[in-house]
């Protein structure tokens, strides 16, 4: 009995600091829409995928929390961005617009 007290005890701990670490998932992507290159920040680390709309993957990026994207060989149109953090996942639009000026 006194083990599974114990084992309760230290599992609510643990329940107790993961809850509290939770950190939403803010993310913001500048400039919006695109041209040549953007930046995408998030206030917690996250991997990244970029994705037109046939659902291919464009580019991926590991779990960090800045991400510079070179968009010069994209076409313009419609992308989304997936961002996966430990605890949630977001979708973003991404708009690129004609390098063109």
Do not use: W
Not at 66 to 74: K, V
């Amino acid at each position: 009995m006194k083990k599974i007290l114990v084992l309760g005890s230290a599992l609510f701990t643990l329940l107790q600091v993961s809850a509290q670490s939770q950190q939403p998932l803010n993310a913001m992507i500048s400039p919006n829409p695109v041209r040549d290159y953007c930046e995408i920040r998030t206030s917690v680390p996250a991997e990244i995928r970029v994705m037109d709309l046939k659902g291919s993957v464009i580019i991926e990026q590991k779990e960090e929390r800045f991400h510079d994207l070179e968009m010069t060989q994209l076409e313009e149109g419609i992308y989304f961005v997936y961002l996966i953090g430990r605890e949630e996942v977001q979708t973003l639009r991404l708009v690129k617009a004609s390098s063109a000026r």
